[in-house]
């Protein structure tokens, strides 16, 4: 089991820096575009973390093996994707109202 986790961690690791690594080159590609709206392209360092993590932990649920079908699969990451979603939006929300009223308190 060991062995098998520890192969999940690293093909985890490895291909979330592929992802980032294109992501990364495209950005360089079309950096006139990504210049003019850099303020929605700053949080995809994290999500490619974000996204490492859940699919680490999600074949450690399944014990190393992703025994779902496909539309099993996409369920469970559909319902994850709008679980953070929401969590997303409320804690965006709740840090610009924060900001807010502190800055009028100040």
Do not use: C
């Not at 003019?36 to 995809?44: E, G």
């Amino acid at each position: 089991m060991q062995e098998n986790s520890n192969l999940t961690n690293i093909l985890s690791i490895a291909g979330a820096g592929l992802l980032i690594f294109l992501t990364g080159i495209s950005f360089l590609v079309f950096r006139d575009f990504i210049s003019r709206n850099i303020r929605y392209f700053l949080p995809l360092p994290p999500i490619g973390v974000a996204a490492y993590i859940y699919v680490y932990n999600l074949y450690q649920h399944y014990d190393g093996e992703l025994s779902l079908n496909i539309a099993g699969t996409t369920k469970e990451v559909i319902l994850s994707v709008g679980v953070a979603s929401l969590s997303f939006g409320l804690f965006v929300g709740l840090l610009i109202l924060f900001i807010d009223i502190a800055k009028r308190i100040i």
